[in-house]
């Protein structure tokens, strides 16, 4: 059994920094690709950033120059710098990640159960 578990999340004024984290635990023989996605109520779930096992990283035009995201794979933990927030970046932050179940050698999605990032104007 695989869990994901974020922290970080919170209110935070216009201009502002926080960093989410993602925990990765249970039967993991690898991690592909960890991602953050944010989902504002009446809305698609849209990607953040995402970033492969090699260190290769992707991120919405929204939140480029402003956002990173970075991985400790010693730790199966994934990061989400986010500065100069906005009060567009408001939402549910969610992570995801692609993992190789050592147990059926499978690979799965997997999602945690969120995190509220508030940027108040």
């Known amino acids: 059994q695989v ?11 216009a201009g502002g920094s926080l960093r989410l ?9 690898s991690i592909n690709v960890m991602a953050w996605y944010r ?13 492969t096992s090699g260190g290769r990283t992707n991120y919405a035009d929204s ?6 995201i970075s991985r ?9 710098q986010m500065n100069s927030l906005k009060s567009e970046d ?3 932050y969610s992570c ?3 993992i190789n179940d050592s147990r059926t050698r499978a690979t799965y999605s997997y ?3 969120g995190t509220q990032v508030t940027v108040s104007s």
């Open 39 to 51: 989902q504002d109520p009446g809305k698609q779930r849209e990607l953040v950033a995402e970033i």
């Open 21 to 29: 984290s993602c925990a990765a635990s249970g039967t993991i023989f």
């Open 3 to 13: 869990q994901l578990v974020e922290s970080g999340g919170g209110l935070v004024q």
């Open 90 to 92: 408001t939402g549910v």
């Open 111 to 113: 999602w945690g159960q």
């Open 96 to 98: 995801n990640a692609i």
């Open 72 to 80: 400790d794979n010693a730790k199966n933990t994934a990061y989400l």
């Open 63 to 68: 939140v480029k120059g402003r956002f990173t």
